[in-house]
């Protein structure tokens, strides 16, 4: 399996950017696009979509979000961070089965 | 609006069977892959399985390979995700997506359903 991993917490202030990042334990590139997808969840809820294949923003979601990278080190940035950007971030690779996803990183108001 | 509903969650006994089932609205259903992807409580994201457009090709992770089956009703816009032989483990929120794809064969998990909370226990 490919594993991904992301540093638990990451301590930000408002209005500064965030940096999220996510390696993988094999390259997840292929035919020149990554299969590398970010995903944010706030408590209670569904996630929600971010980045797809690595930097492509998903639809309705705002511009301060971006994501680079490819082959095993992907980065997702905030910036600038608000408020409501308090939340848990995923990293996903659809490459191989079984897909998989990072444990996760907590964002935190510093 | 895509919108998808998970039902069928609830207690029920390890060694016994439920039967999720997530209805689909808002975009045609028989054009998309689909898949179920869980979260245990308190812990992260973990794909269950997935299903073709058209039902021919399945995947699962190897944890449930044998005990669950995923399956679709494109004339009803409706997937499924037979569970048999449930272990305290499969205790999860389960989540009904739907997979958007480009012709390299990526794909991702574009729209989420709200969730269905199975708890497995005697």
């Known amino acids: 399996d490919i594993v991904l991993t992301q540093s638990p917490a990451l301590a930000v202030s408002l209005e500064q950017r965030a940096t999220i990042s996510c390696k993988t334990s094999q390259n997840v590139d292929n035919y020149g696009i990554s299969y590398m997808h970010w995903y944010q969840q706030k408590p209670g809820q569904q996630p929600k979509l971010l980045i797809y294949e690595g930097s492509n923003l998903a639809s309705g979601i705002p511009a301060r979000f971006s994501g680079s990278g490819s082959g095993t080190d992907f980065t997702l940035t905030i910036d600038p961070v608000e408020a409501d950007d308090i939340a848990t971030y995923y990293c996903q690779q659809s490459k191989d089965y079984p897909n998989t996803f990072g444990a996760g990183t907590k964002l935190e108001l510093k | ?122």
């Open chain 2, 1 to 122: 609006e895509v919108q998808l509903v998970e039902s069928g969650g609830g207690l029920v006994q390890p060694g016994r069977s439920m039967k999720l089932s997530c209805a689909a609205s808002g975009f045609t259903f028989s054009n998309y892959g689909m898949a179920w992807v869980r979260q245990a409580p308190t812990k992260g994201l973990e794909w269950v399985a997935t299903i073709s457009y058209d039902g021919s090709s399945t995947y699962y992770r190897d944890s449930v390979k044998g005990r669950f089956t995923i399956s679709r009703d494109n004339a009803k816009s409706t997937l499924y995700l037979q569970m048999n032989s449930l272990r305290s483990e499969d205790t999860a929120t389960y989540y009904c997506t739907r997979e958007d794809f480009d012709y390299s064969s990526s794909h991702w998990f574009a729209y989420w359903g709200q969730g269905t909370l199975v708890t497995v226990s005697s």
